[in-house]
């Protein structure tokens, strides 16, 4: 049994350095039992040792609110109440601006701190953040800073370009669109879990000026914990027009290679099983009129094994400059050759370096300061690039030990493909894989985009097939950081049956809270009952922690009440536990409870 010393000690060792407060009992009165699945689950080589009986409470309510008074309580009761309400989810900027009239500026931000903005976002600058920050720590739970200033496009009627369609899937082969491409962009929209803090159109200029603003935040992260996390947008450092233009490219070459592969009978295999034979693809190529130094170019990369798999098959485009000019093909609807996709102009390419300057300027910050840096996903037609930038930023910078942190989305039906595949990559090349697991967060837009434009769906058909592809591929994941402890995942859910399901297969595969190499994340001011057991069980824990002006942040405050609405179930049950808390408190005298620590 996971006893309170061994949950004490292992606190300690909590890469925050947290303190478990003075005179807590810490209970695990529920051991989580360890399901068929779970032994079945995953890849199965993994060493499997005696299952350890490391168990959480997430029904205790003492300990989980422990950290928090009374006042703060009703808040959150309050506040996750009025998250239920349609109107207020609906109507949410007309209320605010009714709000703001009736009682002036001054008086409706302080009305904000003492709701919305009190209970999801830290405060308003990096001093301010730092009292909340200290209490987390020392009930065990660390952060993850995330400035959170945005431009509320979300509310602008978004114009979808064609390029954007191209780029899920729509057009054929060799198409490229940056001729019908319109200014506007299809960047936000209804359903982001911080949609709203993507940058629409930001100049050379201002993506500098967000990356000073991410220096800073990293900053603050270092000053406040001992290896903190700092989350960073990649559409804030480089115009999303161009990470869609290169999604585009990323897709296209993805896409034909499932095409060849299937050509060559693969279909149905694992993406990073399949290879394609050399001469057969030569021959393919050559028998559809494909033009250009193809041979050569395949054979300089792979002579000895006549073999080319998707990872090598990426690494072609690595040279973006010639890979144009080396392939032509038939493009199958017009009947005619062209080109598989055009090169950057010479001032998109030095755009691309200059996003790639911004994050290695980000990521040596992140190394001075001991901070991880957590690059978000975003959109699926902005993905792709944002994937391949992070992938190559973590190749320079994972290798001694996993600093730069890739997220991906398991609602997408390409989720297990593309994260395997990062995987394999990571071991070829010998770096350290390191990713945050979501769910994901644009669903609605996703699927408006895709039935507007029509072009496949790129989400899950429903709930149960995005929790399969979680916990599939966290399972894969959690199998080989069981076998190498080089990679590192963070869960980041508020679901309790994947934090769970986690648990169940830690103790399975025997790793243990105190080696972090496995960690968990939630949002600030949600379901604190699942985070602080955790922390205070000595597992590794983040909280999101926004910031920034009041003003600035509506946008995301906006966010965070459709959120709550999505999660019905998780809400209704952290509502129960916050009254019986304070009733708890109530009948035990308790009610003036001061958080110690
Ligand atoms: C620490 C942290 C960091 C995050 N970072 C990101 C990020 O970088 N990028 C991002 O996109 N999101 C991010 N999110 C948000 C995340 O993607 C989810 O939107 C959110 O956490 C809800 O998922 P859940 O597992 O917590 O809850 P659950 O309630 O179990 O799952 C809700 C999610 O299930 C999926 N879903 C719901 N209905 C359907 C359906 N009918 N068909 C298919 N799928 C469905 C959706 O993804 C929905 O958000 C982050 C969340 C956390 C906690």
Known sequence: MFTATRAAAAAAAAPWGARVPCGRRLRSTVPLSTSTDDRSGGRGPARSRSPSTISVDFTETRGAYKSKDSLELLRSLVVLKLCSYDVMVEKN?????????????KAFDQLLKMTFYGQFVAGEDQNA???LIEKNRAFGVGSVLDYSVEEDIGSSKQKETNSCASAAGKHSLGEDHREKESEELFVSGQGGWNAARTYSHPD?????????TFIKCIKASGGSSIEGFSAIKMTALGRPQLLLQYSEVLMKWQRFFTFLASQQGKDG???VEQRLELTQLQDFLTKVGAKGD?????TGKQESTGLIDILDWKSLLDDRENASDLLVVPNLELGEL??????????????MKRIMQRLDVLAKHAVENGVRLMVDAEQTYLQPAISKLTVDLQRLQNREKPVIFNTYQCYLKEAYDSMTADVQLSKREGWHFAAKLVRGAYMDQERERAAEIGYEDPINPDYEATSRMYHRCLDYLLDEIALNRRARVMVASHNEDTVKHTLRRMNTLG???RENLVYFGQLLGMCDQISFPLGQAGFAVYKYVPYGPVSEVMPYLSRRAQENRGFMKGVQKERELLWK?????????ELLHRPLY
């Open 338 to 351: 062209e080109p598989l996709f055009k090169k950057f102009r010479t001032d998109e390419e030095k755009e």
């Open 93 to 105: 900027q007309e209320i605010m601006d009714l709000g703001k009239t009736i009682l002036g500026q």
């Open 204 to 212: 050379e200029a201002k993506c500098d000026q967000h990356m000073e």
């Open 269 to 271: 295999m694992e993406a």
């Open 129 to 131: 953040i730092k009292p």
């Open 294 to 298: 193809f041979h050569g170019w395949f």
């Open 581 to 589: 808390e304070l009733k708890r408190r109530l009948a035990s005298g």
């Open 511 to 513: 790793l243990l809270p």
